[in-house]
């Protein structure tokens, strides 16, 4: 049987990080005779380099952290004896929303995208474990929003497309375009680095860029 603390060097050897894990309930949704979740998502700081030295980003193929994800997931599924999981490659897709809710290491924030204890807003799973076991685990953590006093990923939208009131995702999109945006598309989404935990988190502007060209290039296709 592995453990969380053996699962946790396997995945650090690969630059991943243990984002939380529940025990599923049926209405979860999670795979017939699973007892245990494991969500894994970049370890920071330092991911970044790890991954543009991979096979997958050399190539210069599509996909290249989706691809990456699937081998180095599915390698730790197999040396766990689990099942790996994943949020893209749908639909139907897999419900990571509602697991990191059910992880207790991971809320919804006041702009409604998830908050993660240690990543913040800036919290990206890149998949999961399904384990037969019932493996020990953490208690949940406390909610950080309640304790940040300014909550700044409120007010930090340039564009007012992200707020109290949800995400505008036209609204976002048609920022991007402008010449104001461009500073988002290099460094990536101002309310997701103005989240105090995201401040600390480590994760590198290039990967940031990396993403919200995915994001901003899957509106225009």
Known sequence: MVTLARLEELCDAQHLS???AFHPKPDDLAP??????????PREPGFWATFTDSPEWRDKTPDPMDRWSTRVISSLALETNSTALFPFGGPPYQPFFRWALASGQAWQSPVSLLVHKDAGL???YRGALALSEHMELPPISAKPCGSCATQPCLTACPSGALGSAGYDVPTCHAF????AGQTQLMSGCNVRRACPLSQSYGRMEEQSAYHMSIFHKGAAT
């Not at 991007?176 to 010449?179: F, K, R």
């Open 176 to 179: 991007l375009d402008t010449e």
């Open 122 to 124: 800036m919290v990206s």
């Open 18 to 20: 243990i984002l939380g």
């Open 32 to 41: 017939k005779d699973c007892r245990t979740v494991v969500l894994l998502g």
